[in-house]
């Protein structure tokens, strides 16, 4: 199984994820807010980061971290949510959706995940984080 540094995972994924060498996931489904998108219920913004026109947002439901990439409105500019385990391998949802990608959701309770996004060509990916 292969390790990545601090940090450095979601930037490699997003010069992949630009690049075209990863399989997207399936097509959004409509939701009314990002909380929606991932299911409702106990699901709460732990962060988020703006990227211009987007934001993405990471929610936690007690046991899963969820991502999703969220337009300001609606465009078909290319979109991307992701998240990533230590030691796990690389979730991504991507496309040109209309409103946002995602949700892309990994089981991290007490494991650090490193999360992240883009808008068009403005990217972005935490480091490792929210490990409690």
């Not at 940090?7 to 994924?13: E, S, T």
């Not at 987007?54 to 300001?72: E, F, S």
Request: hydrophobic residues 40%; charged residues 10%.
């Amino acid at each position: 199984m292969r390790r990545f540094k601090q940090g450095a995972a979601l930037a490699v994924a997003t010069v992949a994820a630009l690049a075209g060498t990863f399989a997207a996931g399936s097509p959004a489904m409509a939701a009314s807010s990002p909380v929606a998108a991932c299911g409702g219920g106990s699901y709460h913004v732990i962060d988020k980061h703006d990227l211009g026109k987007a934001t993405i947002y990471l929610m936690y439901n007690g046991t899963t971290n969820c991502v999703v990439t969220w337009k300001d409105s609606p465009n078909s500019t290319f979109v991307l949510a992701e998240v990533l385990k230590r030691g796990g391998n690389l979730l991504t949802d991507s496309g040109n959706y209309s409103t946002y990608a995602g949700p892309v959701k990994v089981s991290a309770r007490g494991e650090c995940i490193a999360w992240g996004g883009i808008y068009g060509s403005t990217q972005w990916g935490s480091p490792w984080s929210h490990c409690g």
